[in-house]
């Protein structure tokens, strides 16, 4: 699996006034990799992610999954099987169990309701939630096992490409650290492709490849650190 952006430019306009926020982004997201992207407020990297997650289309330039660009996917199939996104505020569906939240995707797509239990229990099991939780409302959990709850959700999407909006951004050290190594099991021991957008400066560390946004351009850590 490879996603690439080429040459991707994106403004937002209102009646007033334009404003660009990429201008001329390249970079290439592999499997078995966890990157990040990281920049302050306003920078363009949220922009950058909904871009990946079929959310938008560039206004010029070109998103890439494996090849085939974005511009002429059907996106509503895009967004559901070939991406997963997981979100700094969860976003679990409250009057599911949570099991039934892991299950919801697979449903979605006309699994079979025996088949996608076996493999939300599967998901769960590879996040690291105890089984007596799978039965419980997303309510009663604490941020971390709801977050864990929302990676599985998106491993039922089937996709390869995992997208992580501040997945850290409610959570105690504790808590974060663990959910950053359970997405780095997935980048190495599956081969996931792991993309986080995120401030959260512990997360860096354990990152394989980060990127900056600056001037509206994703750029290498590596390289933004030569003026």
């Known amino acids: 699996m490879k996603l ?38 306003g920078s363009g990297k949220s922009t950058v992610l909904s871009l990946m997650a079929g959310l938008m289309l560039p206004q ?12 002429k ?13 997981v979100y700094q505020s969860f976003r679990l ?51 971390g096992e709801q977050q864990r709850v929302g990676i599985a959700r998106a491993l039922g999407t089937e996709s390869r490409l995992l997208l992580a909006d501040e997945p850290t951004g409610n959570l105690d050290f504790e808590n974060s650290a663990q959910i950053i190594g359970i997405l780095k099991r997935l980048a190495r021991e599956q081969g996931y492709c792991v993309v986080i957008v995120t401030h959260d400066v512990d997360v860096m560390d354990e990152l394989d490849v980060i990127y900056r946004m600056r001037d509206g351009r994703l750029v290498d850590q590596r390289e933004a650190h030569v003026v």
């Open 4 to 41: 690439e952006l080429q040459n991707v430019h994106f403004s937002y306009r209102t009646r007033y006034q334009t404003t660009e926020v990429l201008k001329g982004v390249d970079c290439v997201f592999s499997e078995g990799q966890v990157y990040g992207i990281i920049g302050k407020s």
């Open 73 to 85: 996917l059907n996106l509503e199939t895009y967004r559901r099987e070939k991406v997963a996104v």
């Open 93 to 143: 569906l409250p009057l599911l169990t949570v099991e039934e939240n892991v299950m919801y995707p697979m449903e979605l797509r006309g699994m079979k309701r025996k088949q996608a239990q076996r493999l939300a229990r599967d998901y769960l099991r590879q996040v690291d939630l105890p089984e007596q939780t799978w039965r419980r409302f997303p309510a009663t959990l604490s941020g």
């Open 60 to 71: 010029t330039g070109s998103v890439l999954l494996d090849g085939a660009d974005t511009r």
